[in-house]
């Protein structure tokens, strides 16, 4: 089974990430456009909601922020 990892998976212009996933549960995340032009703000958006996740084995969760515009 795969280890509780953050991974950036999609990325907006100017290197703003957009979503990203846990590797172990495949939980995605996504950045609320208010984030956009700001790579950092999103980056650490993306980290807590990861970090205040909890896997759950055998179900996909469903995701959290705001969908990409």
């Keep these: 089974m795969a280890e509780r990892s ?3 998976v999609m990325k907006y212009r100017d290197q ?3 979503m990203a996933s846990c590797a ?3 939980y995605k995340f996504f950045t609320p456009s208010d984030f ?3 790579c950092r ?3 650490l958006y993306l980290l807590d909601k990861f970090d205040l996740h909890e896997c759950r084995e055998g179900t ?3 995701p959290t922020g705001n969908d990409p515009a």
């Design 6 to 8: 953050f991974v950036i």
């Design 16 to 18: 703003v990430p957009s």
């Design 36 to 38: 956009r032009g700001n």
């Design 24 to 26: 172990k549960c495949q």
């Design 60 to 62: 996909k969760s469903q």
């Design 41 to 43: 703000g999103a980056e």
